[in-house]
């Protein structure tokens, strides 16, 4: 079975420009995470899909970042402006849907200077 | 290799020696948990879960306990091996929200 794919898997940008992150889920996964992870840190949660819809954005910084899920399978996060402290591993899970195990994918490493 | 109780960011053990990583939760209405490895480079990967209904659940070299009055949970590795070495997180999950909150994470050293 294949796992998460995520890409790109490194990112290299200055502040105040915009990058995308693209995440495919493992097929038939109804739920959708995406999660920072800044250096020494445990992930925390920006955004939940359940299919196309969002379950929970609460931790989404809504100024600068957006996230989309359109036909309920891939996804993709954007930043728009970076900021310095927007480095971090942005990683990507999905579960079965009612399912609590995640699977994650490799994350994509992103460094703003 | 032990941290009884304390959690610590860092443990390191002989290889062969058994390790036990602790972590404390925040909401006692949490109902399920999962120990997560982070090898370098990589996402988390499931190691082991346990529900609110039960105190022990032993895997392969693997065993999580809860105790729910002090919200705390332990991973206990028995023959750690250099393999192991990675960070470990613990995650609380409320299933009725179907959202999960991470812990900080232990980093493990195996020692040869």
């Known amino acids: 079975e294949a796992g998460v794919a995520q890409s790109p898997r490194y990112k290299i940008i200055e502040k105040r420009q915009s990058v995308a992150f693209w995440c495919n889920p493992i097929s038939g996964h109804a739920t959708l995470y995406w999660y920072q992870q800044i250096l020494g840190q445990g992930p925390k949660l920006l955004i939940q899909?359940?299919?196309?819809?969002?379950?929970?954005d609460s931790q989404l910084p809504k100024d600068r970042f957006s996230a989309e899920r359109l036909k309920g399978v891939d996804s993709t996060l954007k930043i728009q402006p970076a900021k310095l402290e927007d480095s971090a591993v942005y990683l990507c899970a999905s579960s079965l849907e009612g399912m609590n195990e995640q699977f994650f994918g490799p994350g994509t490493r992103l460094t703003v200077l | 290799g032990e941290s009884v109780g304390l959690h610590l960011p860092t443990l390191s053990v002989q290889e062969g020696d058994n390790s036990i990583i602790n972590c404390a939760y925040s909401?006692?209405?949490?109902?399920?948990f999962i120990w997560y490895k982070q090898e370098s480079g990589k996402g988390p990967q499931f190691i082991i879960d346990i529900r609110s209904n039960m105190d022990k659940r032993q895997g392969q070299r693997v065993t999580v306990l809860l105790n729910k009055t002090v919200k705390h949970l332990s991973l206990q590795i028995a023959a750690t091996q250099p393999g192991d070495s990675a960070v470990y997180f613990c995650a609380e999950t409320l299933t009725n929200a179907g959202k999960s909150t991470f812990g900080d994470g232990t980093t493990l050293t195996v020692k040869p």
């Open positions: 909401n006692s209405a949490s109902d399920y």
């Open positions: 899909f359940q299919n196309n819809g969002v379950v929970d």
